[in-house]
């Protein structure tokens, strides 16, 4: 696939790391999400950026004092926060973290909000701004949305985007319908998505978008990506990088337009990061220091959907833990881990994805009779071509509790939205339809209110026993369950295959 580094565009750090990973998906290849195609990593412009006016409100800089080595700070952990981001966070390790809090368990997940900690600091130069923009709770799809109607939110402004209409899904969407589409597939708010088209295009306010945006209304200019829809996958895309690499503790430089970096601040949080990462590659300095300030996008925002900092509910629980969930194929059926943790939508983080292919596909997209099964009792939410979505609080909503996504299955007999299910119960065909793949096979993805859980890590997938951790790249990786390790493979040998509902 065409990284698009022929064109005029140049990776931040945490791209370059996407990128590589990139390569090893060529040699052990089993899928890509669905729609829209293409969907490329960020790179961001070269060329210089025009002169623009004077920002007439300064942005203040990050004011951390230079701290010594091993300092005691006080941290309240925010929702979704573990202990190895934060080690990775602050700059320090894990057992000092523990050492300091001697009442966090060893085997904790996710921390409890507000629950205060002393973490060892090591001073890092050029740390950012530690303005908070958005909460985490507000930059997912999830139960924070649900009392949101977004085509009528849209239809109430004068702006051009209730007017605006494209082809998405193999269905004309407008207005709306178009941001809603994009935020469910990637899983982001869709206030997120307005306040930007906002921000940036005045898509809510200005009767016409301006000649200057018409093809790139959020600033990529990509030949792939031309108008507000291709330009919102982008940008989703984009967003969801860095929201989870710096949830999971793998991302801590910031590339600036200008090719001058900055680190996170060790106390923000995974939303303001993913903006701030956003703006950083698309924005000339002065205007990039006041987009991720008060007077920037989180004015607007403000000026649209209120103070995001007053009555929010966190969205992750302390300790999180994944419910009991069985393989996605029939007990007793001997199917191959083809997909290590990968992309669960779009590319790059999250890698919430796995793969499995039923042993006589390995190899090719031939119509498979083995049956993809439900993991677990719950309500299919959403099926549409190639995909399905199982809930299972049974509440009938994608943006609340925990959420399994199918993705692959084809056309023949894949089960209708609506329908109440057993664990074991068939949902569909695996197939390489929804996106490309080398091979017939399913390839399933977690959520929890709305928020993508990778495949490996603090709250890894555990099916039937069967505990993913990840590879050196994206989909590599292995399951292990009572000391055998299967590798995951698209050569289909016995160190690859796993059988359902067997001991091992």
């Given at each position: ?496 295959q796993i059988t359902a509902g067997k001991y091992d």
């Open positions: 696939m065409d990284t698009g580094q022929n064109r005029k565009f140049k990776p931040s750090v945490l791209l370059i790391r996407l990128i590589g990973i990139s390569l090893a998906i060529c040699m052990v290849a089993a899928c890509a999400p669905m729609e829209p195609s293409p969907i490329y990593i960020t790179p961001f412009p070269q060329t210089p950026a025009p002169e623009s006016e004077p920002v007439t409100e300064p942005t203040p800089l990050a004011t951390r004092p230079v701290y010594d080595p091993g300092t005691l700070v006080t941290y309240a952990a925010q929702s979704g926060d573990t202990i190895p981001a934060l080690a990775a966070h602050f700059n320090t390790t894990i057992p000092e973290i523990l050492e300091a809090n001697p009442e966090i368990p060893q085997d904790a997940t996710t921390l409890t909000p507000g629950e205060t900690l002393q973490i060892p600091i090591y001073y890092k130069a050029l740390w950012g701004n530690p303005f908070q923009i958005l909460p985490d709770a507000l930059f997912i799809n999830g139960p924070a949305q649900m009392d949101f109607d977004t085509r009528a939110f849209v239809d109430a402004h004068p702006g051009w985007l209730k007017d605006y209409s494209v082809l998405a899904g193999d269905e004309t969407r407008r207005g709306g319908d178009v941001v809603d589409y994009v935020a469910r597939n990637y899983s982001v708010s869709p206030r997120l998505l307005l306040a930007l088209i906002e921000f940036q295009a005045q898509g809510l306010s200005a009767a016409t978008i301006p000649d200057d945006l018409e093809r790139y209304p959020l600033g990529y200019e990509d030949q792939f990506h031309v108008g507000l829809y291709m330009q919102m996958n982008w940008a989703a895309n984009l967003l969801n990088n860095g929201y989870y690499s710096w949830r999971i503790g793998e991302f801590d430089t910031i590339t600036r337009l200008d090719g001058s970096i900055e680190h996170p601040d060790p106390w923000q949080n995974a939303a303001t990061v993913a903006l701030q990462n956003y703006f950083a590659g698309l924005l000339p300095i002065e205007e990039y220091q006041a987009a991720i300030y008060s007077e920037g996008f989180y004015k607007t925002y403000t000026e649209l959907f209120g103070d995001p900092w007053q009555n929010y509910t966190d969205h992750i629980s302390g300790n999180l833990q994944q419910p009991e969930l069985a393989l996605p194929f029939a007990l007793g059926k001997t199917w191959t881990y083809t997909g290590g943790p990968h992309a669960a939508w779009g590319n790059g983080e999250p890698l919430a994805a796995i793969d499995f292919a039923p042993p006589a596909a390995i190899g090719g997209c031939a119509p498979s009779t083995e049956y993809v099964v439900a993991v677990a009792d719950g309500q299919i939410v959403r099926s549409e071509p190639a995909l399905v979505l199982l809930d299972l609080d049974g509440d009938g909503d994608e943006r609340t509790g925990w959420v399994i996504l199918y993705l692959h299955l084809g056309k023949t007999e894949q089960i209708q939205p609506g329908m109440l299910v057993k664990t074991g119960d068939p949902i569909g065909h695996p197939s390489c339809e929804g996106g490309s793949a080398t091979g017939t096979h399913v390839h399933i993805a977690r959520k929890y209110n709305g928020e993508w859980i990778p495949a490996a890590g603090v709250t890894a997938f555990n099916l039937e026993g069967w505990v993913a951790d990840k590879g050196s790249a994206e989909y590599l990786g292995t399951l292990k369950k009572h000391g055998r390790t299967v590798d995951a493979c698209t050569c289909s040998d016995p160190d690859s």
